[in-house]
């Protein structure tokens, strides 16, 4: 089934799934409690979360994909456009910060839930560490990209939606949205199956070295499923700073750029990229092949699949003719 169409079907929830506003006075809910180890924090959950704030876009978004809309009392950080099937929703939720928001601003809004995407979400020198929530009575989640434990798959993207969808009392919806989402993977991969693996390097923001995808990150995996290879999947984090000399010597053929708010448009990045003779000869430079990747569609969320796609058109654009 399509994301729009499980939306249709999701978006006013059943009484036994969605009703937050009566989680008060309602009975345990059939699967009650639950268990979740996140992040090495360990919580059990009596019933599912009724008033969460979403710290990052792609945690919105997930959230939203399943149906979630009335359990959602704010967001914060929007990376890039949203989704278009998700913009209504998204737009009637109140944005509590432009970046990360403050503890204090978080408290105000009295949530039971916070799901944060990056890292950062739970700065402990900004006052958001997680046992700052948890003393206050707060249940947190990290998304699992940045637990820092090993490389990152599509198999976490699909388990991070099943774990939110058991947090929330909504297992069901999540199997529906994972099997659309693995679908839209397959159908990606069958299309450049047999073809060379082409070079990509990964541009995400910087000058005098580069910010790039490393082997840790979903990038990496996303990069390999359309067709490609990253020429920094040695690099043993998410992410990283490299040489722009490394960039020449590993010679990439596509370089897919990162887009989000804050780190300079598309074609500025693209203008720095043509603008550098020391890149001149680096065959993606020469042939401007660029592949265009909204940020919020290389993490845990539910864009990754759509990423697949996006980049196996373009680095193999003839099995799509």
């Known amino acids: 089934m399509a994301l729009s169409s499980l939306l249709l079907t999701t978006g006013c929830g059943s009484s036994d799934e969605s009703n937050g506003d009566a989680k008060a006075t309602a009975a345990v809910p059939v699967g009650f409690p639950v268990t979740i180890d996140n992040c090495g924090v360990r919580t059990t959950y009596d019933r599912p979360p009724s008033r969460v704030i979403t710290i990052h876009q792609h945690p919105a978004e997930l959230m939203l994909a399943l149906g979630l809309k009335d359990r959602m009392v704010g967001t914060a950080f929007p990376d890039s456009a949203v989704l278009p099937e998700l913009k209504k929703d998204y737009e009637a939720i109140p944005e509590l910060a432009k970046k990360e928001p403050s503890f204090e601003k978080i408290l105000d809004a009295e949530p039971d839930f916070v799901y944060g995407g990056y890292g950062s979400a ?25 637990c820092g ?86 690099l043993d984090d998410v992410f990283g700073d490299v040489s722009w000399e ?53 993490l845990v969320g539910i864009r990754s699949a759509y990423a697949v796609d996006d980049l196996a058109r373009g680095l193999h654009p003839e099995s799509f003719r």
């Open 122 to 146: 739970f700065a402990e020198n900004e006052g958001r560490s997680r046992k700052a929530f948890a003393d206050a009575g707060i249940d947190t989640y990290l998304n699992r990209e940045y």
């Open 149 to 234: 434990e090993r490389r990152v798959t599509m198999k976490d993207t699909y388990d991070e939606i099943r774990t939110i969808g058991k947090i929330f009392g909504v297992p069901d919806r999540a199997d529906e949205l994972v099997t659309d989402l693995k679908a839209r993977v397959d159908k990606a991969t069958t299309a450049v199956k047999g073809e060379p693996q082409v070079p990509v390097f990964v541009y995400d923001s910087g000058d005098k070295s580069a910010f790039t995808a490393g082997g840790k990150s979903l990038g990496t995996e996303l990069i390999r499923l359309a067709g490609g290879e990253n020429v920094f999947a040695d």
């Open 246 to 298: 490394q960039v020449v010597e590993r010679k990439p053929e596509v370089i897919a750029i990162y887009d989000y708010a804050g780190a300079g448009s598309v074609e500025q990045k693209k203008k720095f990229l043509l603008s550098q003779p020391a890149l001149a000869d680096v065959p993606a430079v020469r042939n401007k092949r660029f592949v265009v990747l909204p940020l919020t569609a290389t």
